[in-house]
């Protein structure tokens, strides 16, 4: 199991520019989630997805949005980037309730907004 | 709204000698979770507290969950080199959002 992927890995943008983030489960968990992490900062959610077809916001989501594209699969897009939006990007998943709520986490994307 | 608040941002000991981080919520919470995350790696799970007055012990790391569910602690004794990194606690909220602290950023001093 590659457990939680994220591409890509590193990502230079320009102001204005847009991209998607992408991130894919092999654990058959129903959430999945995208934090950013800023120094000092330690992890702020952006989205999460409950289950498949569903999203919700996290603390800091303007200027994200988000697609479930299937139990698998959880995207993060940029429409306009911002140099405020330079971080390290996670996603994770989590199976669940109880010990299912243990959140495993991605190898995380850098990404500059020049 | 729901914070979570850790402390000491950072803490530099001597190989050997123990360390403790603290975690307070400003609300009861459903569980505790902390995470390791080591310098440029991903957050790694340790453990899940969820009763009152929980007590859980992984080899020289002891996590308490305090009696009213706002707060807990993560102790490590006799630090050793493998131990940095920067510790978060996470935690669940009655709105069953999950809301990380800012981390405890560990250096251990050879």
């Known amino acids: 199991n590659a457990g939680v992927t994220q591409t890509p890995k590193f990502q230079v943008l320009k102001t204005g520019q847009s991209m998607t983030l992408q991130c894919a489960q092999d654990?058959?968990?129903?959430?999945m989630y995208w934090y950013r992490q800023d120094p000092g900062m330690g992890l702020r959610l952006i989205y999460y997805s409950a289950s498949e077809g569903t999203t919700d916001k996290g603390e800091v989501p303007n200027g994200y949005n988000v697609s479930r594209l299937n139990k698998r699969e959880f995207s993060l897009r940029l429409e306009s980037a911002a140099p405020s939006q330079t971080s390290v990007y996670f996603c994770?998943?989590?199976?669940?309730?109880?010990?299912?709520?243990?959140?495993?986490f991605g190898p995380g994307t850098r990404l500059l907004v020049l | 709204g729901q914070q979570v608040m850790q402390i000491p941002q950072y803490q530099h000991v001597q190989e050997g000698e123990d360390f403790t981080t603290y975690c307070n919520s400003s609300?009861?919470?459903?569980?505790i979770q902390w995470y390791k995350q080591r310098p440029g790696r991903h957050p790694v799970f340790l453990i899940q507290l969820v009763k009152s007055g929980e007590v859980k012990k992984q080899k020289r790391l002891t996590f308490q969950f305090g009696e009213a569910k706002k707060n807990s602690s993560l102790h490590i004794t006799a630090t050793q080199t493998t131990d940095v990194g920067t510790y978060f606690c996470?935690?669940?909220?009655?709105?069953?959002?999950?809301?990380f602290g800012k981390g405890t950023r560990l250096h251990i001093l050879p």
């Open positions: 996470a935690g669940r909220g009655r709105d069953d959002k999950i809301i």
């Open positions: 609300t009861t919470l459903s569980n």
């Open positions: 654990m058959n968990h129903n959430s």
């Open positions: 994770a998943s989590s199976g669940g309730t109880g010990s299912g709520e243990t959140q495993y």
